[in-house]
């Protein structure tokens, strides 16, 4: 493997920093949600002896935002101001929530308007590793900075590691002045293709931080990506890593392969590792970017003694969410994707109407599921509480897809007729070129609910649909 540390992956032209200051607005009366304002902002982002702070668009002044922590079973509530110059709402990526406060505009909620307000208010009911972030315009607002961690900690504590730690991976396209390169926002090029790839990873909001440990220590990492559109493989070499969790969802620990967990936009791992190294000792996390491996983080080892090594054996997690799938009386619903570069699609449906390829670019739909490209009007399929529902999903173009459903989790049945040999839970699964997979799901929460490309480009190109339970 090469290590290497270099944040900048490559240049990209200077690009002015337009970003506007938000409305001020006169002070509310009383405030009884602690306050989650979406606001521009500055994070030094870069190595501060190379570059001053990058104007960024962050949740009460930081990206990723303050990490919200909860019990499995209580109420998160947060005021959302809009101090941005557009709307915005925030979507509880993974929680089953009440329908109401799932964030996503246009569906959900109004978008939220500059200057505006909006109270969410839902149980987290599960616990695990989720996330929030923007779910308007969210293939800008989230290139911008808005998303930070949501853990929903279990209700009785887990013991199976010394601590635990929070990697939110993020990557950001900058210019060569290390500000957001806004001339590349909603790119044609990176919707048709893999979507907005950056040239910079971040860990917890900076370029290769340190991270300090002690020798011996068993920790749980909670690993997120919260990128656009990379695909990120995080190599845990030396760590011993074990997943714990996918998505949040608990699963009998097991190894990675070649000790790397791969993590689609928007995917969740908890994996605890144990800290082989002398004290002393500075050991890289690396990511896979760009066809090479990059120091994405340090761990620092402290020079207290070791601690005793750890049983082999890894604590499972307690079982959080049941599902009931009845797959006898389940409701098959198909799902084929097509568009984008290189792919074979000729027209889709935009407004009720079947459109050429020519007009589907002029549209900026390039992407369809089931021949519709973005079309909100009519559900992907209706289903009452409690069935059960197989969704084939043929991803029939050149471009890996991460698809998520909101509101559910679901089993991953099989990979092109092959059962898939973890048959995880998740809420967010990676879909390669031409493969074919077969996910259940039991229809538990009502309302309506998107089922999209997490490549955010994707999304708004056409990768988006809904359905209703009822
Ligand atoms: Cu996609």
């Known amino acids: 493997m090469i290590s290497r540390r270099r944040f900048m992956l490559g240049t990209a032209a ?20 602690p306050e989650l304002r979406a606001a521009p902002a500055t994070a030094q982002l870069l190595p501060a002896d190379t570059f001053g702070p990058t104007q960024v668009w962050a ?9 919200i922590r909860v019990k499995a079973g209580e109420r998160v509530r947060r005021r959302l101001v809009n101090d941005l110059p557009q709307s915005t709402a925030v979507h509880w990526h993974g929680i089953r929530i009440d329908n109401a406060m799932d964030g996503a505009a246009g569906l959900t909620q109004d978008p939220v308007q500059p200057g505006a307000r909006f109270d969410y208010d839902f149980v987290a009911p599960d616990a695990g590793t989720f996330w929030y972030h923007s779910h308007d315009r969210s ?24 601590r635990e730690l929070t990697l939110f991976i993020d990557d950001w396209r900058l210019t060569g002045e290390g500000m957001i390169d806004e001339d590349s926002l909603g790119s044609l090029m990176d919707w048709g293709h893999g979507g907005r790839i950056g040239n910079v990873v971040t860990v917890n909001g900076t370029v290769g931080p340190v991270l300090p440990v002690r020798a011996g220590e068993r920790i749980r990492l909670r690993l997120i990506n919260g990128a656009n559109a990379r695909i990120l493989g995080v190599s845990l070499e030396g760590l011993g890593p ?27 791992a908890d994996v605890v590792v144990d800290c082989q190294a002398e004290p002393g000792a500075r050991v890289p996390v690396k990511v896979y970017a760009d066809r090479s491996w990059i120091d994405a983080a340090d761990l620092v080892y402290d020079n207290r003694a070791a601690l005793p090594t ?7 997690l307690a079982e959080t ?32 109407r079947e459109r050429g390829f020519d007009e589907l670019v002029k549209l900026r739909r390039i992407w369809a599921f089931n021949g519709v490209a973005g079309d909100m009007d009519e559900p992907l399929f209706r289903a009452s509480v409690g069935r059960t529902v197989k969704l084939t999903i043929f991803n029939d173009t050149r471009w890996p897809h991460a698809m998520h459903l909101h509101g559910h989790h679901f089993k991953v049945l099989t990979r092109d007729g092959k059962a898939d040999p973890d048959g995880d839970w998740r809420d967010t699964v990676l879909n390669a070129p ?37």
């Open 14 to 33: 200077l690009a002015g920093s337009a970003l506007t200051p938000a409305a001020i607005r006169a002070a509310p009366a009383a405030e009884p949600f």
């Open 59 to 67: 949740y009460n002044g930081a990206t990723p935002g303050a990490p």
């Open 139 to 162: 293939w800008e607002q989230m290139a911008r900075g808005l998303s930070g961690p949501l853990i929903v900690e279990e209700p009785e504590p887990w013991l199976g590691a010394d």
């Open 242 to 268: 074990r997943l714990i969790a996918v998505d949040g969802h608990p699963v009998a620990p097991r190894g990675l392969k070649d000790d790397v967990v791969v993590l689609a936009p928007a995917q969740r």
């Open 310 to 316: 750890k049983p082999s054996d890894i604590k499972p």
């Open 321 to 352: 969410m049941r599902h009931e799938l009845d797959m006898d009386k389940a409701l098959d619903v198909r799902l084929d994707m097509s568009g984008g570069a290189m792919g074979s699609m000729e027209r889709a449906m935009v407004d009720g």
């Open 434 to 470: 031409m493969e074919t997979i077969e996910i259940a799901l039991e229809a538990s929460n009502p309302g309506k609910w998107l089922l999209h490309c997490h490549m955010l480009e994707h999304q708004v190109a056409g990768m988006k649909t809904w359905f209703e339970v009822a």
